[in-house]
């Protein structure tokens, strides 16, 4: 890899030897881990193709042309020339990111605009020297995508220098050759929750993930054990989120609050994701009176550090780590980390959490790479063996739904926001069309509705029919049967409906949320039903609910206590998991193409870890951990 100053060099040498015409180079400089070249001369800027691609091919490494800000017209003038220049009947949100150079056109059909973008882009670009970047606007309304708009583009001065910053990180001169190879588990060891490893080399460090506990109670057991080095002492240089649920990316913002101003790595859908509960984890907290380990102005900070990533692309994250990311099949955005360690050195996969199986919002997990010596993998059902597929999954979930609809009752399905909740609405849909479940109103409520929106805003990562249906312009995620519950009369009403109904809120361990509310309306009825979809944590309510506990002190609505005692039906259904069942776990072990060496096996609780870590050393010839948190490995 070129340093820093031999490509600046290499650059310069190139624009005075190279460029026939006066190239009125202004600045070159980092942009992330791209290396932007501003340019006064527009025809520059606009023939940036051929240029683009010597200079990839002299310093490896991609390369913008952007456009020095003085020739760029001003914001409110050019948004005046794009809308003349875009087909009247186009509905178009325009954006500036000013960091970039670029404008933002958000629109429903991205497909008409993408048929003729390389004309409209040219005519953009040639009247506005702004360089134009299409995307899908969400089919659904939602306030964190705006959110996640004004932070990223409010304040273009912070975010240049931050790519700036994070660029001169990556590439610095490397003092060490790559030795050790070391592993520390600093939360994620033997159970599931505030997921958190460092990888450290002799030249740099990484935290992979940087979780919170969901059923923790003190600080010691819900955050990650960065109690033993303080957050400068860890030094960290790159973070790498592999989804954006809480247990591996909760405690991130913490660390901007002290001394680590570096970048964060993750796909897109990730970043938007992430920011929304991160800044719900804040607002759940207020409500209870806990103590939240940040603030909004801390969530702000980490998006500003986001480096967004895409399925497949190679990216330095520090001098001597490369990383590559792949489809999970978990969440939206969710990653499998291939980590590229010196010049093939050490090849680490962290498999984060996984599905390996297609289901009806994702393509199965990603299951051959290039190397691989030490495969991190999670073990959440490793112990659980489940008897059911997906189909016979659905039978057994849509028989509990009818029999309580059919007994006059209601069923609440607690659902996490994002994942669980997609998936089931896309069975609940399926179900009530095909008239196997009777036709009964769905009531949707919590940030399931805000996350679902997140997810019409990126067909792009979910499977081929979700995709198709986006471009025939009908949104997978709405139906008649659907109603998305916004205020508190609208919760009420569904409350007090007479007849049989299914409600479907956050949070989906009952540990806050409106799901609390309906729990305690519905629960000393037995004939309503609680269904649980999704895995439930040691130490959760809905744990304790699953294990038969009657007796539930709550809060009623005027904020009395009030002991609450469950009568209602109470099952789960875990084949609709986005974790790999057991099966799928040892299938995992036995397609993972190359074989690895070492197998690290975390994220599970005791009793799952060992198991599935028995099974591994009966398929793979490897050497197994099962590490508990602060444990640190050092891999050959
Ligand atoms: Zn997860």
Not at 479 to 486: C, E, G, H, L, N
Request: net charge neutral.
């Amino acid at each position: 890899m070129l340093t820093s100053d031999q490509m600046r060099n290499e650059v310069i040498k190139y624009f005075l030897t190279s460029v026939p015409r006066d190239a009125a180079v202004t600045r070159i400089e980092y942009e992330g881990t791209k290396l932007a070249i501003y340019t006064k001369n527009p025809d520059l800027f606009l023939e940036q193709n051929q240029i683009t691609r010597d200079l990839v091919s002299l310093i490896k490494k991609r390369v913008m042309i952007r456009s020095d800000p003085s020739i760029r017209l001003a914001p409110d003038e050019a948004e005046k020339k794009i809308r003349e220049m875009l087909p009247p009947e186009l509905s178009t949100h325009i954006y500036f990111d000013e960091t970039l150079g670029e404008v933002i056109l958000e629109t429903d059909t991205p497909e008409d605009v993408g048929l003729q973008a390389r004309s409209i882009g040219q005519q953009i670009a040639k009247a506005t020297r702004w360089k134009p970047r299409i995307l899908r606007a969400p089919a659904m309304e939602s306030r964190y995508i705006q959110t996640v708009r004004q932070f990223l583009y409010g304040s273009p001065g912070d975010r240049a220098d931050i790519l700036r910053d994070v660029g001169e990180r990556i590439f610095r001169t490397p003092v060490l050759e790559v030795g050790d190879v070391r592993i520390t588990v600093l939360g994620g060891g033997q159970q599931v929750g505030r997921s958190a490893f460092l990888l450290e080399t002799s030249e740099s460090r990484v935290l992979i993930d940087c979780g919170i506990s969901p059923g923790g109670r003190s600080g010691l057991n819900q955050f990650p054990r960065i109690d033993t080095r303080v957050i400068e002492t860890l030094n960290l240089d790159a973070v790498a989120i592999s989804h954006a649920h809480l247990d591996h990316c909760g405690f991130l913002p913490y660390l901007y609050k002290y001394d680590y101003a570096g970048p964060v790595f993750c796909l897109e859908p990730t970043a938007t994701l992430m920011t929304m509960l991160q800044l719900d984890y804040i607002d759940v907290t207020g409500k209870e009176g806990a103590f939240a380990p940040y603030g909004g102005e801390e969530v702000r900070s980490t998006l500003l550090h986001t480096i967004p990533m895409k399925y497949g692309t190679v990216t330095n994250i520090t001098p001597d780590i490369r990383l590559t990311v792949y489809n999970a099949g978990h969440i939206l955005g969710s990653a499998i980390f291939h980590l590229h360690i010196g010049e093939g050195h050490h090849n680490i996969v962290y498999t984060g959490d996984f599905k390996f199986e297609k289901t009806r919002l994702l393509d199965s997990c990603a299951s051959r790479f290039h190397r691989v010596e030490t495969l991190i993998m999670e073990s959440t059902y490793g112990a659980t063996p489940i008897a059911f597929t997906r189909r016979e999954t659905e039978a057994l979930f849509s028989n509990y739904i009818k029999k309580a609809t059919q007994r006059g009752g209601k069923v609440l399905i607690p659902v996490p926001a994002i994942g669980r909740a997609q998936e089931i609405l896309l069975v609940l849909e399926a179900l009530l069309s095909e008239k196997t479940i009777p036709e009964v109103p769905v009531f949707i409520d919590g940030l399931v509705n805000e996350a679902t929106a997140i997810h019409t805003a990126y067909p792009q990562y979910l499977t081929a029919e979700l995709q198709k249906a986006f471009e025939e312009q009908s949104n997978p995620f709405a139906s008649d049967y659907f109603t998305p519950i916004r205020t508190r009369s609208q919760r009420e009403e569904a409350t007090a409906m007479k007849g049989p109904s299914i409600i479907m809120s956050t949070s989906g361990m009952l540990e806050g949320g409106p799901v609390l509310g309906y729990f305690r309306e519905m629960a000393e009825d037995e004939n309503n039903l609680l269904a649980f979809v999704s895995y439930q944590v040691e130490g959760t309510m809905g744990r304790k609910l699953l294990k038969g506990l009657k007796d539930v002190s709550m809060t009623d609505e005027n904020g009395r206590a009030k002991i609450v005692q469950t009568r209602m039906e109470v099952e789960k259904v875990d084949g609709f998991s986005g974790h790999s069942s057991r099966q799928q776990l040892i299938n995992y072990l036995r397609r993972v193409v190359p074989k690895p060496r070492n197998i690290i096996v975390c994220h599970g609780e005791p009793q799952a870890a060992e198991s599935l870590a028995r099974v591994a050393a009966r398929i793979v010839p490897a050497k197994i951990y099962v590490p508990r948190n602060l444990d640190t490995m050092a891999l050959s």
